[in-house]
């Protein structure tokens, strides 16, 4: 992604604050104009950075189906604008409809490992279900939308809601949300097999892995397992759109396949696109075919 443009001040009355952020011009201009930016809201009641999310709301109406977006960069890269600047007319496409997004940052893996990043992921959630008022938002009709590690997490966090996993819980607080839908953009979804396919093609390529994990997956296939999604699905999981690129070399289209097998074989509603001929990201998946899939998929399950 290119490097960020400087940002400029914005002042906007806000559901009855006044909000004065600099925010990233290219991000400014991928949304509708009359989009409201509520920028660097703590969810975690702290002063730390990567412990902010981001809310854009349509110009008008209330009680606005939600969209949580969860960026990717292996982990250890990225915050809340990644993959933002590829996925241009999707993001403009949401708010036109009547989407409210929320992106939220989480610690990256270099300075915390696994399971930090999902407990963060369920403490912004909670914070915006506690502020659904304020930020007018349906709590009815929340759906993740991930982005490579992101979509790893998003898978991770809607599969593993129903099994109640201690450890995922910021705090050990309860869980106050539900999630209607799941759209996984090129997730890993099984790390032991993925391990293995990339110690036998490539090694290199697990030093991400074993950062997130905190240890080689040859040495820790517990911790590996416990951060798999796969091993988390039942019957009453929510609905999954999953979009891989053909020609992924980062995340073999093969994780989403895995993941794709399981939902339907446990009877959970999944379809699965892989997109001809497209790499590990870009703007590839920003294409009108790729939009359709994604918003007969929302329009289908925050009815």
Known sequence: MSKLIKGVSICLLLLGSV??????SYIIDIFPKQTQFIKNV???????KKHLLDIYLPAQGANFPLVIWIHGG?????????DMGYMKSTLKNLIDNGYAVASIDYSQST????????????????????????YKLDKSRFALMGFSAGGHLASLLALSLNDSVKEFLPNGKSISFKIK??????GPSDLLSLSLIRYETDSTKLEGISIFLGGSVMTRPDVAKRASPVEYIDKNDPPFL???GEKDDQVPVTQSKILHSFLIR??????IKVVKDAPHYGVMFDSDSVQNEVFNFLKTNLR
Do not use: M
Request: proline fraction near 5%; charge should be positive.
């Open 19 to 24: 909000v004065c952020n600099a925010q990233p």
């Open 42 to 48: 703590p969810y975690a009641n702290d002063t730390i």
């Open 74 to 82: 292996g982990w250890r890269t990225g915050d809340k604008y990644a």
């Open 111 to 134: 300075s915390k490992t696994f399971p930090t990043q999902i407990q963060e992921c369920n403490q912004a959630i909670n914070f915006l279900t506690e502020n659904i008022a304020k």
């Open 181 to 186: 839908a799941v759209v996984d953009f090129y």
């Open 242 to 244: 999953i979009i891989h």
């Open 266 to 271: 446990a009877g959970v509603k999944s379809k």
